[in-house]
C-alpha cells in the first residue's frame, strides 16, 4: 500500500515540476586556450571513473602535457594541431610506464611525476609562453 502511495505522489508532483527541470545539452562549446586554439578533452580510453583509478587519468593529463610542451617547443611551432596534438602521441608511453596496468597504483604516477614531470614542466611552459607570444 505504501508502495501506490509513493507512486501516485510521484505522477502527481511530476507535471508540477518539469518547469523545473534543466535540461543540459551534451554538446558544449570548445574550450580553447591562451591563443585561442581549441583544447582537446581526454579521450574515454584514457579517462578512468573510479576512485581507486582516478590516479590514472591524472597520469594522462601530466603525460599530455610534458610531451605536448616538448614537441611543440621542438617544432618552434605556435598552430594550433602542434599545441594540442592528438592525444594518441602518449598512447605507447602510457602503457609502457604501467600506467594503465591493471596491477599499477598511483605510486607509479607519483614517482613518475617527482622525476620526469615537476622538474621540468614550469619551464617548459615558460619557454612555451615566450616562443608563442614572440610570434604573434
Same mark, same amino acid.
Given at each position: ?18 518547469d ?53 617547443l ?16 602518449? %598512447?605507447?608511453?602510457? %602503457? ?8 599499477g ?28 607570444? %614572440?610570434?604573434?
Open positions: 500500500m505504501i508502495y501506490r502511495a509513493i507512486l501516485f505522489l510521484a505522477l502527481i508532483a511530476a507535471p508540477a515540476m518539469a523545473q527541470i534543466e535540461l543540459s545539452n551534451s554538446i558544449q562549446p570548445a574550450e580553447t586556450d591562451r591563443y585561442g586554439c581549441a583544447i582537446r578533452p581526454r579521450p574515454d580510453r584514457l579517462t578512468f571513473r573510479s576512485f581507486r583509478d582516478a590516479w590514472r587519468s591524472v597520469a594522462a593529463d601530466d603525460l599530455y602535457s610534458l610531451r605536448r610542451h616538448q614537441m611543440a621542438e617544432a618552434g611551432s605556435c598552430d594550433c594541431e602542434t599545441l594540442w596534438p592528438d592525444w594518441s602521441i602518449i %598512447e605507447g608511453e602510457f %602503457e609502457e610506464l604501467g600506467f594503465a596496468a591493471p596491477t597504483t598511483d605510486s607509479l604516477h607519483i614517482a613518475w611525476s617527482a622525476e620526469e614531470y615537476f622538474p621540468v614542466i614550469s619551464d617548459l611552459r615558460d619557454r612555451l609562453r615566450i616562443q608563442c607570444q %614572440e610570434a604573434e
